[in-house]
């Protein structure tokens, strides 16, 4: 055997210990699901410490789901912990907004606080989600362009209905542009939860600045501005700013 | 050790339980000697006269019959109906060892009736273990024999480290305060275990009373308890028992109280105090010394302990919420008080705190609602003891309920939250969740109730809302984070399909017009590029014996060329007017020649069956497709 072959033979023996490492490797760590699995039977177990480190491991890898959210809420709130409790559930409400087991508990965790429900149009247009507009926009722009094409080729016959159907998709795309468009600016509006007790807003970005009001854990703040260690949020219903620490407050 | 008889909260001494012992002759004799003065003389002398009309009753009493070798017990002589005693009993008894502790006489004057009391006091160690009998003795007073029933003791070997319980270990003499003038016969002491606590924490009063034993009361003391504002008191057992003192012998009553403060600050605890009469020593054999010891040598003596100042913090500020004031060492228990439950029937849940502490203060347990539950007032019952230094005990709260629903109810986690103040930091204790298996019963409670108000045939049954709680987790899968679909570039592109596709649909619409609009111009620019194919397609077909194909190619491609050109119909094409058009289009003569030549040579094939060459076929299709080409410059 000369060595050019002793090499090759090496090179595969070596691609071959390594697959099988990498195969032992990926068979031994489990994958996000079980670690969610794990979560769940730690939740069931009322171990909500360890739920709560797992889940939000896998929020913190990039993985993201309505269930993940929504039981990181869940184990936030058995813990006693309403502020990120809301959070969570708001962060899932965003993925599915008609979710009657999110809007249940959120109301149930929100229960301590003011009745502040949100405006009918706010309501209306964050009822289908960005990602639902957005496939329903791309529906009927297929179809009215298709419709349109297929009506300058000549394709169609009939002298009402495509000139009807037309108009109506056309209606009916600039309506829910208009919505997406809407849906897109609020849920891209700088809210924030705060998710500490006691919520003290000084009047300026400092523990010297005096308390200026206070919000309840779990109250949804418009964050206005951003310093290190400071968050200059605002309570628009009572035309209400100012500044809380960082660590109390967290964007949904 | 075993006391015979329970202290209370009573001040006076406390007379122990009785059992007879009978003297020798010898010990006692009545005597009626003295002078007596004329008014006073009467009196008693009437007084004397109903007393030794009485029966003398003779008893005795132990003070303790449990002890252990460490301890001692006090037997106590009675002897009623007598006068005066000569001297002290010289008592042997098998299994202790007796020392006489004094001697005492009273008398007590009640409706005309008078009685004297001659107590004789002694002091039994045990010198083994074991059940000690102390034998009968009897005893004759004027002819008559009396006798004591005999008393069973029993001694056990004991702990040697654990102070005994009953009254005559002397408990801590060594730090026993001594009056700064000095030892005197009778003295009292009061001293507290700490001189700071917290507000709630047991500090040990002890108040002592002690006397010399042949120190004789002319009247039963009077004690006066301090005064003790700002404490819960709990007194505890009362003590008596033999001590020395600087190798003096004292005979030591002990009062203990268990104070709680109530309220941070520096207080006091006032003076005890007692106050009695004693007799001092006379001449037991003078004639006269009974009345000079009852009316001459009697001292009045009033004693008093110091005040103690006591400072009491408050509790630490770091107070858990569900803090009720609970301090000591305490222990949490819960339980029910059956193990069947079913819907609508009552049972008790029994939460229990035990321990060390002021236990009748303790307040209830937060228990978190269940609302699977009706739950009603609690009762409270306390059980409270002491071991002569703590008091300790237990309190039950009995919390009746009525489950409202079958299945698996829990009972929650009850909490308790006590100050330890030992440790110096707030303790919780939790006992774990009950969790009851509730049997569906006939009827709940609420359905009973209905079944009284709705008439037969109507059903007013409802969803019931029990307990409000967020819902179960959810199983659904999870997935890496991607941005949203609408900003994916996948379905954008996507969605740029039907655009382009209605974009290409304008652009094919707006050709279709324009060659509709334009079609002479289309035809005439689109002339070359169809001849030009023709006479391909002829150059294919010029090997061919068949010549008509290949002349019918040329002849059309030419033909169509120039009616593609002029905007005419190929077809009955004549020459004539083809000439002329040419002409006026400016053709020269030289092309027009060809072109005739061409398309003659085509119709000799076609109608007159003429022969080519191949010279002449190649000839013929370069210059027809030359002449072509000259045209569309020109045309």
């Not at chain 1, 249940?104 to 289908?128: G, Q, V």
């Not at chain 2, 698996?408 to 930091?425: D, G, K, L, R, T």
């Amino acid at each position: 055997m000369n060595m050019k072959q002793a090499y090759k033979n090496i090179f595969i023996a070596g691609l071959f210990l390594a697959s099988f490492a990498i195969g032992a490797f990926c068979a031994s760590s489990p994958g996000p699901q079980d670690v969610f699995l794990q979560a769940n039977q730690a939740y069931e177990k009322g171990d909500y410490d360890t739920a709560i480190n797992l889940y939000l491991g896998l929020a913190g890898k990039g993985f993201e789901g309505v269930s993940l959210y929504y039981n990181i809420g869940n184990a936030y709130y058995r813990r006693g912990e309403r502020g990120p409790a809301i959070l969570w559930y708001e962060r899932a409400l965003r993925l599915d907004p008609r979710d009657s087991d999110i809007q249940f508990n959120l109301r149930l965790a929100s229960n301590h606080l003011k009745d502040e429900r949100e405006s009918i149009l706010n309501r209306m247009t964050l009822f289908l989600s960005a990602g639902e507009l957005g496939v329903l926009f791309s529906l009927v722009w297929w179809a009215f362009f298709i419709l349109l094409g297929c009506l300058v080729l000549g394709w169609l016959k009939g002298e009402l209905w495509p000139g009807l159907s037309l108009w109506s998709l056309g209606t009916a795309g600039v309506c829910l542009g208009i919505w997406l468009g809407a849906n897109l600016f609020l849920i891209n509006q700088p809210i924030g939860i705060v998710i500490k007790a006691p919520g003290e807003v000084r009047n300026g970005p400092g523990q010297e600045y005096a308390v200026g009001f206070t919000v309840p854990e779990g109250t949804k703040v418009v964050v206005l501005n951003r310093r290190p260690d400071w968050v200059e949020v605002g309570v628009p219903q009572q035309g209400l700013k100012g500044w809380l620490p960082s660590d109390e407050i967290e964007q949904i | 050790m075993s006391r015979p008889e329970k202290i209370g909260r009573e001040t006076k001494p406390v007379i122990p339980a009785q059992a007879g012992i009978q003297f020798s002759k010898t010990f006692f004799k009545k005597r009626f000697t003295g002078w007596i003065p004329a008014f006073a003389g009467m009196t008693v002398l009437a007084a004397f006269s109903s007393a030794l009309s009485a029966e003398p009753k003779i008893s005795a009493s132990v003070s303790a019959t449990e002890l252990t070798m460490n301890d001692s017990i006090t037997l106590k002589i009675d002897i009623q109906g007598v006068q005066r005693i000569d001297s002290m009993p010289n008592l042997q008894i098998p299994g202790f060892v007796v020392q006489p502790a004094g001697q005492t006489q009273s008398y007590q004057w009640v409706n005309g009736q008078t009685s004297s009391l001659i107590s004789f006091n002694f002091v039994l160690t045990p010198t083994k273990t074991g059940s000690i009998q102390i034998p009968s003795l009897t005893l004759s007073i004027g002819g008559q024999n009396y006798s004591t029933e005999p008393i069973n003791v029993n001694v056990t070997q004991g702990n040697a480290s654990s102070p005994p319980a009953g009254t005559q270990a002397p408990p801590e003499t060594s730090n026993m305060n001594i009056p700064t003038e000095g030892l005197k016969p009778v003295f009292m002491t009061a001293e507290v275990d700490k001189p700071r606590a917290y507000v709630g924490e047991e500090i040990l009063l002890s108040v002592k009373f002690l006397r010399q034993p042949g120190l004789q009361f002319a009247a039963q003391p009077q004690y006066s308890q301090p005064e003790m504002t700002g404490f819960l008191t709990e007194p505890l057992k009362q003590q008596e028992y033999t001590s020395s003192i600087q190798g003096v012998p004292y005979i030591v009553t002990e009062l203990r109280y268990a104070l709680f403060p109530t309220s941070e600050g520096d207080f006091a605890i006032g003076s005890a105090q007692v106050e009695l009469a004693v007799h001092t020593q006379g001449n037991p054999f003078d004639a006269n010394s009974f009345f000079q010891s009852f009316f001459g040598r009697t001292q009045q003596l009033t004693l008093k302990t110091r005040p103690i100042p006591i400072n009491i913090r408050a509790l630490p500020k770091d107070k858990p919420d569900n803090f009720s004031g609970a301090v000591g060492r305490l222990k949490l228990t819960a339980k029910t008080d059956t193990t069947e439950f079913e819907v609508g029937k009552p049972f008790n849940l029994i939460v229990t705190v035990e321990g060390k502490g002021n236990v009748r203060a303790l307040k209830e347990p937060f228990l978190p609602p269940v609302n699977a539950l009706k739950r009603y007032e609690s009762i409270s019952n306390s059980t409270v003891n002491n071991d002569g230094k703590y008091i300790f005990g237990k309190k039950e709260f009995k919390i009746l309920m009525i489950p409202q629903v079958s299945g698996q109810v829990v009972i929650p986690a009850v909490e308790y939250v006590s100050f330890n103040p030992e440790a110096h930091h707030y303790i919780t204790d939790a006992t774990p969740p009950i969790t009851l298996s509730v049997k569906p019963g006939t009827k709940t409670v609420d359905e009973k109730q209905a079944l009284t108000q709705v008439p037969l045939g109507q059903s007013q049954e409802g969803v019931r809302v029990l307990e409000k709680d967020i819902r179960f987790l959810k199983t659904g899968r999870i997935k890496p984070g991607k941005p949203p679909l609408y900003w994916r570039q996948l379905f954008l592109m996507a969605n740029a399909i039907p655009f382009i596709f209605a974009l290409g649909a304008f652009i094919a619409n707006w050709q279709y017009q324009h060659r509709t609009l334009f079609a002479a111009h289309y035809r005439s620019r689109g002339a070359l590029r169809k001849a030009l194919k023709k006479i391909k397609k002829a150059r294919g077909l010029m090997a061919a014996l068949d010549p008509i194909p290949f002349y019918g190619l040329l002849y059309s491609s030419l033909a169509e060329f120039l009616a593609d050109k002029f905007g005419i119909s190929a077809s009955g094409m004549l020459w004539e007017d083809l000439e002329k058009r040419l002409s006026e289009k400016g053709v020269d003569e030289e092309s027009r020649a060809i072109i005739r030549n061409i398309w003659e040579e085509a119709d000799m094939v076609r109608f007159a069956s003429s022969t080519f060459d191949q010279v002449a076929k190649q000839n013929s299709l370069q210059k027809t497709e030359n002449v072509l080409v000259k045209l569309n410059r020109v045309l």
